[in-house]
């Protein structure tokens, strides 16, 4: 029986590799964001370099693990939200902010477009307090170089309960841009805006 002994080299190395993998998951930072429908808000942070993974779900409201259909409803309170789960030595939570603030419109009240209702408002859940001031000055800052050509109506409030959305609504643009009209005719522009736009912070 041939015994298989790892050189102090190779012990060297798979420590190192379990204390990288722990420093990054230890390092990692999430925050809710609300834009509208969450198909293009997952699809834009999930084609991110620096973003572990974007989540649509619902948060923001008073009935505990909500369906789709009761959030359309407009009657739970929750808006559609995308967790942005995001490595803050590779992209900051101020550059994810301006990368939100730009691709939806912050100023219209409770509706993107044509969808219309609370669960449609722009929100961004924070954390803690550092993302709260991060959020407020960002806001500030896009407000004073007259981005938006009206007052930006973002909610920011502190974060709640996230509800994970049903699984067919994860990843949903790509798994269905061929067949959904949805999907052709209001994300897939915002999604190849975005990605001229910011082509450089791109995923590779």
């Known amino acids: 029986m041939v015994k298989n002994h790892l050189s102090a080299t190779d012990v060297l190395l798979l420590e190192a590799k379990v204390l ?19 198909w293009c808000i997952e699809t834009i942070f999930n084609e991110l370099r620096g973003v572990e993974s974007a989540v649509s779900g619902y948060s923001g409201g008073h009935v505990e693990n909500p369906t789709y259909e009761e959030v359309c409803s407009g009657r739970t309170g929750h808006a559609e939200v995308v967790k942005v ?19 939806h419109d912050p100023t219209t009240l409770n509706r993107q477009g044509n969808d219309v209702g609370t669960q449609y408002r722009s929100a961004v859940f924070y954390a803690d307090e550092e993302q709260r001031k991060t959020t407020e000055e960002v806001i500030s800052e896009f407000e004073q ?39 052709k005719m209001v994300v897939e522009p915002k999604v190849i805006k975005f990605r001229k736009k910011f082509f450089d912070r791109l995923k590779k």
């Open 85 to 103: 789960t995001f490595d803050p030595e590779v992209i900051s939570l101020r550059e994810i902010l301006e990368i939100f603030f730009t691709m």
């Open 145 to 183: 170089k007259g981005i938006w050509k009206n007052k930006i109506v973002t909610e920011v409030s502190e974060l709640g309960t996230f509800y994970p959305a049903e699984d067919y609504h994860q990843n949903y643009f790509n798994n269905n841009k061929n067949s959904n009209m949805y999907c």
């Open 20 to 38: 990288m993998r722990v420093h990054t998951v230890w390092s990692m930072e999430s925050i809710l964001l609300a834009g509208g429908c969450f």
